[in-house]
């Protein structure tokens, strides 16, 4: 998997449509070292500017994490608070694959929610009123 080779919204949104039908047909296993490299460099599937790459890759980040299990932990410092931000998002599938994609964190680290808590504590400071209240 060569995700990050092309920079631009498309390939990003291409690449992201191809991972989440290697991930719907399970051809991608956990103990495959393609997932460790993917989740290493996915942050910046999550800060790009274009809505429709954003809710992709927070769809594709839900199966990972469930694909992977509390190996997700390792990839937290990362990807969790930029999930966090983007429930503030304007648009409104876009908060919603927050919601889902932070949800299946805490599913993948059911006997480390020490871990979770620590990172979610910033959405009592987070910028948008509809994520603190």
Same mark, same amino acid.
């Given at each position: 998997?060569?995700?990050?080779?092309? &920079?631009?919204?498309?390939?990003?949104?291409?690449?992201?449509?191809?991972?989440?039908?290697?991930?719907?047909? @399970?051809?991608?296993?956990?103990?495959? =070292?393609?997932?460790? %490299?993917?989740?290493?460099?996915?942050?910046?599937?999550?800060?790009?500017?274009? %809505? &429709?790459?954003?809710?992709?890759?927070?769809?594709?980040?839900?199966?990972?994490?469930?694909?992977? @299990?509390?190996? #997700?932990?390792?990839?937290? /410092?990362?990807?969790? =608070?930029?999930? #966090?931000? +983007?429930?503030?998002?304007?648009?409104? /599938?876009?908060?919603? @694959?927050?919601?889902?994609? #932070?949800?299946?964190?805490?599913?993948?680290?059911?006997?480390?929610?020490?871990?979770?808590?620590?990172? #979610? +504590? /910033?959405?009592?400071?987070?910028?948008? =009123?509809?994520? +603190? @209240?």
């Amino acid at each position: 998997f060569r995700l990050l080779q092309n &920079k631009g919204t498309k390939s990003h949104f291409k690449a992201l449509q191809r991972l989440d039908r290697v991930l719907d047909e @399970g051809i991608l296993k956990a103990n495959d =070292p393609d997932v460790n %490299a993917i989740l290493a460099d996915y942050s910046m599937f999550l800060k790009s500017r274009n %809505a &429709k790459v954003v809710q992709l890759s927070l769809g594709c980040l839900c199966n990972l994490s469930i694909l992977v @299990g509390e190996s #997700i932990s390792a990839f937290l /410092p990362t990807i969790l =608070p930029l999930a #966090i931000e +983007r429930l503030g998002d304007v648009k409104q /599938p876009v908060r919603s @694959g927050a919601e889902m994609a #932070i949800l299946s964190f805490m599913d993948a680290l059911d006997s480390s929610q020490d871990i979770l808590e620590s990172f #979610i +504590r /910033p959405l009592a400071n987070h910028k948008s =009123p509809l994520v +603190r @209240g």
